[in-house]
């Protein structure tokens, strides 16, 4: 049975990106993949007063079952309330990679849905971007589209190489499909690894730092089509502390490196108004975890290593909205 999203409580995504593209700040879009991580991203972001989108993967959803996961989210917006926190929350499909899983999220009570049409030729990722916006136009509910490919891997994403997007197609691709916002392609990817060390510096610290993003090519869209929601995936800053910590305690990451905060703050204060955030989430999660057990070996509770990953998680959802996405307080 088909149940509408404004029955449980979430929004869609135009109004939250209208506030957001003249406010000069970023919608965080957090992917969750159990009830921790959920958790943590109600709490944080109820916590700095934050509009937030939650968003599922097509991977995250089949690992949580697709009704235990729409009672999950309908879950996270009654706690919310009861704590007494207001903010707008959206729920979102990251990446769907074709019209039948779309509809089936409409259906379940997803607000808005991406419909990644990127590793087709163009005319066919319009094709099916139109499809899926004008199934979802009928039920309210907002559409992402995507014009480019981020290279690296996370759940059921990979590419090789990024591929940027053209500023010469997105007024054709945006009038043609009717989507309510676009993630481009700038130099973002997706996982730990965004970047190979060859292609870093180092800074004073000795940290990897990445080549900055193509501003020229956001700021030619923008010119575009002036005032359009525009998405950023593949935004996670892979924190150096967090990674350090996991290295410490047995793990392997070396080189991993990401997005640094400042080029996603200057951003954020552009028309890009969603900034997508997964691995970070991923790392604490797993650094913490690692700390419990490096220091309690003999601990084998579940909430006693869970429990101080989430605690975790809230502070770098409220330290990410408050000083680099921008939209703390904006609820």
Do not use: W
């Amino acid at each position: 049975m088909a149940v509408n999203y404004k029955d449980i409580g979430f929004v869609n995504t135009r109004e939250m990106f209208k506030k957001a593209v003249s406010g000069g700040y970023a919608i965080p879009a957090y992917n969750f993949n159990n009830m921790e991580q959920l958790q943590a991203i109600v709490m944080g972001c109820g916590q700095s007063k934050s509009p937030v989108i939650i968003q599922v993967s097509s991977g995250a959803r089949k690992y949580a079952n697709q009704t235990m996961l729409r009672y999950m989210a309908e879950g996270a917006v009654k706690m919310a309330r009861e704590a007494g926190y207001t903010c707008p929350i959206a729920l979102h499909l990251d990446h769907g990679d074709n019209y039948d899983l779309c509809v089936s999220c409409i259906e379940t009570g997803f607000s808005s849905v991406m419909i990644d049409g990127s590793a087709h030729p163009y005319e066919k990722n319009i094709e099916q971007t139109k499809k899926v916006v004008e199934y979802a136009h009928a039920h309210d509910v907002t559409v992402e589209g995507e014009l480019g490919v981020l290279a690296g891997i996370e759940d059921d994403v990979e590419a090789a190489k990024s591929i940027y997007t053209q500023p010469d197609q997105v007024v054709d691709f945006v009038n043609k499909t009717g989507v309510d916002s676009l993630a481009i392609s700038i130099g973002t990817s997706h996982g730990a690894y965004k970047f190979k060390p060859e292609q870093c510096t180092r800074n004073a610290n000795g940290v990897l730092v990445p080549p900055p993003l193509r501003f020229d090519i956001l700021e030619e869209v923008e010119k575009r089509i002036p005032g359009f929601p525009i998405v950023l995936h593949g935004s996670s800053s892979v924190l150096p502390y967090y990674v350090e910590l996991i290295n410490s305690t047995g793990g392997k990451l070396q080189a991993a490196v990401g997005i640094p905060a400042d080029q996603l703050r200057k951003a954020a204060r552009s028309a890009v108004c969603k900034i997508n955030i997964d691995s970070d989430g991923r790392l604490v999660m797993t650094a913490i975890i690692r700390k419990v057990f490096a220091d309690k070996p003999g601990e084998f509770d579940p909430r006693k290593y869970l429990g101080p990953a989430r605690d975790e998680l809230i502070k770098m959802i409220v330290d990410k909205n408050e000083n680099v996405l921008g939209s703390a307080g904006k609820a």
